[in-house]
């Protein structure tokens, strides 16, 4: 049999956190001596007490991972709740990290203010565009929401034209429309095509010429575009161009598998 001082240092834990799980009733020691009160215990404990730490870690309270135990669940069902639970917060940390690269765009762009160029924006016209057009809904604007939605709509697009033979002429082209009753963000996610074609789920859409669009080009990932938006609204006011559409585009230029090497071409339909 151990100390309690050998057993924490076996286990990986402190004195104070077994006796507080032998306050508990969570971990009893295997022996107490009646005269000094000194707790001992076993090395088959050891198995109680890394599920007791694990199930603690994967943010279980003590209370939870009392009746976990008490109900005798089997290592291959503990195992499937780590499991799961590992799942959850591996979501919780996606959406933290996401959460923090957002916050991290938005003070880029607060310290960037300043120093903001105008030179990157470029006025041309825009020809017309025949693209086979899928769409989907966004709950806002948010990286993370709007971004594996388009991801998700041009791959099942892809996917559909390669299917039906239909061949792909330019780099894609997506556009937003606001949904005013929900709050949400319709996507629209179009390849061009040389011709219309009867594509299963897919619609052909006639993106009409512009005239006179203020264009930019962005580097890089989609959840940094708020600096390259700014420098364009910066464009506008000082030159006194306003809209005159809704449906500005984004072009995919390039699209490697690594977002940082990305290359967009936002395009907004203004007038002088």
């Known amino acids: 049999m151990f100390t ?9 834990v402190s004195v104070r956190m077994l006796r507080h799980y ?10 107490v001596d009646p ?32 009746t976990i135990l008490q109900d005798r669940v089997t290592a291959d069902e503990l195992r499937g709740m780590l499991r799961l639970r590992r799942v959850e ?13 957002e916050v991290e765009s938005r003070l880029r762009t607060i310290e960037s203010e300043s120093r903001m160029s105008t030179e990157p924006v470029v006025i041309k016209s825009l020809p017309p565009l025949r693209v086979a057009e899928l769409t989907a809904t966004s709950g806002s604007f948010d990286p993370r929401e709007i971004g594996p939605v388009v991801t998700s709509l041009f791959d ?12 792909v002429v330019g780099p894609g082209v997506t556009r937003y429309e606001d949904i005013q009753h929900t709050g949400g963000v319709a996507v629209h996610a179009g390849l061009p095509v040389a011709e219309d074609a009867e594509v299963d789920g897919v619609g ?26 700014q420098v364009l609204a910066r464009w506008l ?36």
């Open 22 to 31: 032998d306050a508990i009733g969570l971990l009893r020691p295997a022996r």
């Open 156 to 167: 099942d697009l892809r996917t559909r034209l390669d299917a039906a033979g239909v061949a």
């Open 237 to 272: 006011d000082e030159n006194g161009s306003r809209l005159t559409a809704r449906h500005s585009r984004e072009v995919s230029i390039a699209r490697p598998a690594d977002p940082t090497e990305w290359v967009t071409e936002l395009q907004v339909p203004t007038v002088a």
């Open 204 to 229: 052909m859409v006639e993106l009409a010429g512009v005239e006179r669009a203020a264009t930019i080009v962005h580097c890089g990932p989609m959840d940094g575009i708020l600096p390259t938006v």
């Open 35 to 66: 005269t000094t009160g000194y707790r001992h215990y076993r090395a088959g404990q050891l198995a109680q007490l890394n599920r007791i730490v694990a199930l603690k870690e994967l943010g279980f309270s003590l209370q939870q991972v009392k």
């Open 4 to 12: 309690i001082g050998d057993f924490a240092s076996l286990g990986r």
């Open 89 to 101: 917060l591996e979501a919780v940390m996606s959406d933290a990290r996401a959460r923090l690269a």
